[in-house]
């Protein structure tokens, strides 16, 4: 027997037991929202470039953008465009979802303005009030998913 405390580090035989740990959860704490992470990557070569990690609420039909990235020496080369795009062709296709929130960073405001975010939140508060954290240093955005643009192609 022994104990550990672990992250997701990329250790193999670490997400195994993880992946164990998150379906205990589910089927003994079966109250507890079902809905979790999932992560839209650029895979170039086979290395992730970047990516956006975001909690889909399926039942409130938004999604909360946690994480957004693409890696240094290739950002402003247009994949964070693309990678938003997929994102939201996959949120409305496949969860179903109507908007994005998320807390931008202040240097990170202007990027997701140019997405379709805006400051004013239109989304009633009930749908989204009590779901996501407050969480001061950021501002939070709001992005309408089109119900019918092809957001890739
Ligand atoms: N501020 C203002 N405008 C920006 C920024 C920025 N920080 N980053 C990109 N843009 C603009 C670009 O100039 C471009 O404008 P254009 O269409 O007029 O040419 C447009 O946004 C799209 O640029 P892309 O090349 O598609 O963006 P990129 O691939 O660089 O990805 C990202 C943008 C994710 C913000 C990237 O620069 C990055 O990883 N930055 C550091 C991390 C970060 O700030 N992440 C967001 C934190 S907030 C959060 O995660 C919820």
Redesign the pocket.
């Given at each position: 027997l022994k104990f550990v405390c672990l992250s997701n580090d990329g250790v193999d035989e670490h997400m195994v037991w993880l992946i164990g740990l998150k379906n205990i959860f589910a089927r003994q704490l079966p109250n507890m929202p079902k809905e979790s992470h999932k992560s839209v990557m650029v895979i170039r070569r086979n290395l992730v470039v970047?990516g956006?990690t975001y909690r889909p609420y399926i039942s409130q039909k938004f999604g909360e953008?946690?994480?957004?990235?693409?890696?240094?020496d290739?950002?402003?080369?247009?994949?964070?465009?693309?990678?938003?795009n997929h994102l939201k062709q996959h949120a409305r296709d496949v969860d179903g979802l109507t908007h994005f929130l998320?807390?931008?960073?202040n240097?990170?405001?202007?990027?997701?303005?140019?997405?379709g975010f805006t400051k004013e939140i239109h989304l009633e508060k009930d749908r989204w009030h009590g779901y996501i954290k407050d969480y001061d240093g950021?501002i939070l955005m709001e992005c309408k998913i089109d119900p019918k643009l092809p957001y890739t192609d």
């Open positions: 970047g956006i953008i946690a994480f957004c990235a693409i890696t240094a290739e950002q402003v080369k247009g994949y964070g465009t693309r990678l938003m998320t807390y931008a960073d240097n990170a405001v202007g990027y997701f303005i140019k997405q950021g």
